[in-house]
């Protein structure tokens, strides 16, 4: 099941480290030619899944702790420190406990994951994770049967986190999915990207990715995951209720009420870039919708 959703080809292995900085520009201009046929039919085939590139993944940032602007996070990464790094594991699990980071990925084989990540903002970019299903680690702790939900906290560190000497957020910053959603293959609980270690703007040492649901639901930089038979709190939801659910699919049909959702623009693209097309569930359809079947997305949204 998961080979389904495993990348053939990692972009490590076609392109030396030095040209990520290149690589967006590589595949979309004549340099593509380049490469060689296979690898730029593949990117066509699979609706134009080009990574952008390391410089905008790491530079055009949402992470509040680290401030409100999009390139405060990357201006305050170095003030985080991420080792030595445990996570919380508690309630509905056989196996609670505080767990080290290297506990956590021991037995657990990293893989790439090139996913489309979509802000409910309405930008969009596509990232090489790497990580494990966040399956494997609930199945390491033990997930007992009374267990619906499973809800995830960031780190409290307002010494070396500025934007939490402010209460932008009720911090922690808090997100969760219902159990069926946790345990999906698509769900990623992500180490790093391109083959490096996760940048601290990105969310070091280890944050979650669900790439069908708007960023926000992608907590980074967990320390605590509880498994609960009650829907958690999420950060934004507490915040703003009207414009901002638990479930956060991505639905190019329910319009935020402040802007639509239908069109998105892609990072990297340009100052006169067209707006492309939001997919629903974000092109991951085919794997998710049946989650939801029966489901009124604009109540839950
Ligand atoms: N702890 C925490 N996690 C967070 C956020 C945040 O402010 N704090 N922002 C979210 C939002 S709104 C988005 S779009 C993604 C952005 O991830 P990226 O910066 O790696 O692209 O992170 C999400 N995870
Ligand atoms: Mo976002």
């Known amino acids: 099941m998961a080979g389904r959703y495993r990348s053939d080809l990692k972009w490590s292995d076609v392109t030396a480290k030095a040209d990520y900085v290149n690589r967006r520009q590589l595949m979309m201009g004549a340099g593509a030619m380049a490469i060689g046929g296979a690898l730029a039919g593949r990117a066509q085939a699979q609706d134009d899944l080009v990574p952008n590139t390391w410089e905008e993944i790491t530079s055009y940032n949402n992470f509040y702790e680290m401030g409100t602007g999009k390139d405060d996070p990357k201006r305050n990464a170095s003030l985080l420190t991420t080792d030595p790094w445990s996570i919380k594991i508690d309630g509905m699990v056989d196996r609670p406990g505080t767990y080290d980071l290297g506990d956590i990925l021991r037995g657990k084989s990293i893989e790439e994951r090139i996913y489309r990540l979509r802000c409910v ?9 790497n990580g494990f299903e966040l399956k494997d680690l609930l199945d390491q702790v033990g997930v007992q049967p009374s267990a619906k939900y499973v809800s995830f906290e960031t780190l409290v560190r307002p010494s070396e986190l500025p934007g939490q000497r402010r209460n932008t957020i009720d911090w922690p910053y808090r997100e969760g999915l219902r159990l069926d959603e946790a345990m999906h293959p698509l769900t990623l609980m992500a180490t790093g990207l391109y083959g490096e270690d996760m940048p ?6 280890i944050r979650l990715v669900v790439p069908w649901k708007y ?12 498994l609960t038979d009650k829907q958690p709190a999420n950060s934004w939801n507490m915040l703003l209720p009207n414009e901002y659910g638990f479930y956060s699919n991505v639905n190019p049909e329910v319009d935020h009420p402040r802007w639509s959702q239908a069109t998105e623009r892609r990072i990297g693209g340009g100052l006169f870039a067209k707006k492309i097309p939001t997919l629903m569930f974000n092109g991951y359809a085919n794997e998710v919708a ?12």
């Open 121 to 129: 903002e309405a930008w969009s970019m596509v990232v090489p994770w």
């Open 290 to 301: 049946s989650m939801y079947a029966g489901m009124d997305l604009r109540k839950y949204y």
């Open 215 to 226: 960023g926000f639901k992608s907590i980074k930089s967990i320390v605590r995951i509880s």
């Open 200 to 205: 601290n703007q990105n969310g070091a040492p």
